[in-house]
């Protein structure tokens, strides 16, 4: 089982409003990352947990907020978002983050920002 | 700079009709090189990884193989259900230390008509 679960499916906030995207896997992963896709763009990285410590930012501003409780769960929190937010936010998770390692995707959170 | 490049942007096909996708990469050192299959609104869904040239990969109508340059998604006999997003991602050793950052392509946007 390849399965990554990302709730919500949809989400409408406004500017000024506080939301958090979950993220969870069971296939014992000890690497997730959080990804942003606009329309027709490739995904591009935006935070890397391993063994539920924060690896990498890829310089994303402080209104993203991410958060790793156990190695299942991934959190991205939301604050005071700007409409050039709006975007499909993914998940993912690999075996840890040694090279080579597959990542597998979520479904996806689509986000518009109002 | 690492830098991959996938083409043709968009390819219509009639059912039946095979074809090829191709990704072409500039990396310092490929350590791994990804397929994946998106449809709209969807997180990517991983179809192969190809770890060094010469090697093939094979499942149901697609076909991946690679070479020092560039790596091609032969897909065979395509039915509708095969339309979608077909992304190609690739790590690379960065200098000083290893990655499991993922380099994406822009992808082929893949329309198959019955």
């Known amino acids: 089982d390849t399965e990554v679960t990302q709730t919500p499916k949809h989400l409408v906030m406004g500017m000024t409003n506080k939301k958090s995207l979950k993220c969870e896997q069971h296939?014992?992963?000890?690497?997730m990352y959080w990804y942003k896709q606009k329309a027709k763009k490739p995904p591009e990285l935006m935070f890397v947990?391993?063994?539920?410590?924060?690896?990498i930012n890829e310089s994303v501003p402080s209104r993203f907020s991410p958060e790793c409780p156990n190695s299942s769960l991934l959190n991205l929190h939301l604050h005071a978002l700007q409409p050039e937010d709006s975007a499909l936010y993914l998940c993912?998770?690999?075996?840890?983050?040694?090279?080579?390692?597959?990542?597998?995707f979520g479904p996806g959170t689509r986000l518009l920002v109002l | 700079e690492d830098q991959v490049t996938q083409s043709p942007e968009a390819l219509r096909l009639q059912e039946g009709e095979s074809s090829s996708l191709n990704c072409s990469y500039t990396v310092s050192g490929l350590r791994g090189l990804f397929w994946y299959r998106q449809d709209p609104g969807k997180g990517p869904e991983f179809l192969f990884t190809?770890?060094?040239a010469g090697e093939e990969k094979e499942k149901e109508r697609l076909k991946a193989t690679l070479t020092k340059k560039e790596s091609f998604l032969h897909i065979t006999a395509p039915k509708p259900e095969d339309s979608a997003t077909y992304l190609c991602?690739?790590?690379?050793?960065?200098?000083?230390?290893?990655?499991?950052?993922?380099?994406f392509g822009t992808g082929t946007l893949l329309a198959v008509q019955p």
């Open positions: 296939m014992g992963h000890r690497a």
């Open positions: 947990y391993s063994y539920e410590k924060l690896s």
């Open positions: 993912a998770s690999s075996q840890d983050t040694r090279v080579q390692e597959t990542q597998y």
């Open positions: 190809l770890y060094s």
């Open positions: 991602a690739v790590q690379a050793v960065e200098i000083g230390g290893a990655t499991n950052k993922l380099i």
